[in-house]
């Protein structure tokens, strides 16, 4: 059993991730909390709420903490993942309510209670983790292990030429994060799932089709280039066809940006490599962010060759499996879709 705190900011790859988590047997979802990033905090709490209750996860207590960055203003990305985050998805009102607690609170004293138990993995900015860092500097070494989705090393980034969308929202809390991680062991270095990796696993139109046949859809899936955009899934699967209209608007972000009909499905991968399901190869460095340059705001930068003199503060994730990754996606999602029908 894996036992989750989460932090996201519900976004349609966010979503992808918690229905991911919800349909492994053997994972526990302790608390989610929210940060804004992709939407506000109140619409990434709702978002999140209504998900789990449609991936068969009712009464898990989702919390909001920060509302904006540390020093920043806060950017939403209505652009790549709709007004609402969902993109064309229109999920229920969930019957949950939001937790009336503040998620910082609540980080710090799962982890006091649980100490070497749980699993963190952030994949919206880093300003809910950063806030709990400064309330308890303890916290690296009282969590089992940490995943952060965010960074861009080797790679271009997909928010400025430079800067991976999640560091590029908040990045003084990145930089706060890695920098509480300076001097720890080896094995409490937080796994850091950058662009250079998730942007190889590209979920395609296939993908879906192929989700829908292992859930026992009637109705084939079929997202396809030349259907006008914003068309409805019409599956006779709830789960399929929810997460059908999130990603169709997702593969048309991407063409939009002349990346193909595709969607770059980051927090899966991360959501895979918290769990310990999907396959991957990690190397240590010492990692900062730029956070005074205009020109480079939200740039990760990671010294691999020691050249600065510094001991490692993350393990970088190099390398992975798309075609594993999907097969797995695939295989869970589609038979927990089947499961709730």
């Not at 950017?75 to 993942?81: A, I, R, V």
């Not at 396809?224 to 914003?230: H, I, R, T």
């Not at 019409?234 to 997702?250: E, K, M």
Request: aromatic share 6%; glycine share 8%.
């Amino acid at each position: 059993m894996t036992a989750f705190l989460l932090d996201v900011d519900t976004g349609i790859d966010d979503a992808l991730a918690l229905a991911y988590l919800a349909a492994l047997p053997d994972t526990e979802f302790v608390s989610v909390t929210a940060t804004p990033g992709n939407v506000d905090a109140e619409q990434v709490a709702r978002n999140t709420l209504a998900l789990l209750e449609l991936c068969g996860r009712p009464g898990v207590e989702v919390a909001i903490g920060a509302r904006r960055p540390l020093s920043v203003p806060l950017l939403t990305t209505p652009e790549t993942h709709g007004p609402q985050g969902l993109g064309h998805a229109v999920l229920p009102e969930p019957a949950g309510k939001v937790s009336e607690r503040d998620a910082v609170d609540l980080w710090i004293e799962h982890a006091r209670t649980r100490p070497g138990e749980l699993t963190a993995l952030l994949t919206a900015p880093l300003t809910n983790f950063a806030l709990a860092l400064r309330k308890e500097p303890d916290l690296p070494e009282l969590l089992a292990r940490v995943v952060i989705m965010g960074g861009s090393f080797y790679y271009q980034g997909n928010t400025t030429p430079t800067a991976e969308w999640n560091t590029h929202v908040d990045p003084h809390a990145a930089k706060e994060v890695y920098a509480a991680y300076r001097g720890r062991a080896a094995e409490k270095l937080p796994l850091v799932c950058s662009l250079d990796t998730t942007e190889r696993i590209e979920m395609h139109p296939d993908h879906l089709r192929q989700l829908a046949e292992a859930a026992g859809a009637e109705v084939a899936e079929l997202v396809l280039p030349d259907q006008p955009e914003g068309r409805r899934s019409t599956s006779d699967n709830t789960v399929v066809r929810h997460l059908s209209d999130a990603l169709r608007f997702y593969f048309e972000f991407h063409r939009r940006y002349d990346q193909g009909y595709l969607a770059h499905v980051h927090d899966f991968f991360a959501a895979g490599v918290a769990a310990g399901t999907l396959e991957y190869t990690a190397r240590p460095a010492t990692v900062d962010v730029e956070t005074e340059s205009a020109l480079l705001l939200g740039t990760t930068v990671a010294d691999f060759r020691g050249l600065w003199g510094v001991p490692p503060n993350a393990r970088i994730v190099t390398n992975n499996n798309p075609e594993q990754a999907f097969a797995e996606l695939v295989s869970a999602v589609g038979s927990l879709a089947a499961r709730l029908g």
